[in-house]
């Protein structure tokens, strides 16, 4: 079965929403085979996110796209309207945010688990998250205040973007012998035929 990462972010942790978030990922059938409690180095942090000008470049077009959506210059926010630099400045923004206090770091697995995960957290940006997400329900921030605040948008949960990205960020969070295998009661049920 696939697996992917999840982390419950400063914000979530925080505000009390450990056990909501969990229960979300649970009883949609992702079976939870890692899971712990740690305050990131930022050496971890900066490692969630690659190093990459792909990334960075995504991350900064789409943050264009929305400022540019609202009728806002993304150039007096940033000082500047290429992508890649905007990606490294959210970045840093990033690694200051999730080192900055305790996280819940799990591994899920399940069919599909890294397109399910991110069908139940929602869109990135909370704003457009629907209800019924867990960004929707719980969190009311949004890219353009996050931004003009100079940190990044607080949505409660991070998760691998897809399988590949799921493969690398669990390494980084976590070593197999942390990784346990065991039965779900209810498991068969979410697969059964008859
Ligand atoms: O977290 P997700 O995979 O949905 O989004 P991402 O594009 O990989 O960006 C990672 C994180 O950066 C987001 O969850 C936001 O917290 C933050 N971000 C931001 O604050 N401002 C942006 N313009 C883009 C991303
Ligand atoms: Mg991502």
Redesign the pocket.
């Known amino acids: 079965m696939e697996r992917t990462l999840a982390v419950v972010?400063p914000d979530g942790v925080r505000r009390g929403l450990i056990g909501e978030i969990i229960r979300r990922f649970e009883k949609a059938g992702l079976k939870i085979v890692a899971l712990k409690m740690l305050k990131p180095t930022e050496e971890l942090a900066a490692n969630n996110?690659p190093d990459t000008d792909e990334?960075f470049k995504?991350?900064?077009e789409?943050?264009s796209k929305?400022f540019a959506s609202i009728g806002m210059d993304i150039k007096k926010k940033f000082g500047t309207d290429d992508p890649i630099l905007?990606g490294k400045t959210?970045?840093g923004?990033?690694v200051r945010?999730l080192s900055s206090g305790n996280v819940v770091a799990m591994v899920l697995e399940g069919n599909r688990a890294a397109d399910n995960v991110?069908r139940l957290?929602g869109?990135?940006?909370p704003l457009m998250a629907q209800a019924g997400t867990i960004r929707g329900d719980l969190s009311i921030d949004n890219?353009v205040l996050?931004?003009s605040s100079n940190?990044?948008?607080?949505?409660v949960v991070?998760?691998?973007?897809n399988a590949e990205e799921a493969k690398q960020e669990i390494k980084t969070w976590f070593n197999d012998s942390e990784i346990l295998e065991y039965n779900r009661a209810n498991e068969d049920e979410f697969y059964r035929a008859w």
Do not use: C, Q
């Open positions: 972010k996110y990334w995504k991350v900064g789409r943050s929305t905007i959210i970045k923004w990033l945010f991110r957290v869109e990135t940006d890219v996050g931004n940190r990044p948008m607080v949505n991070h998760a691998s973007g």
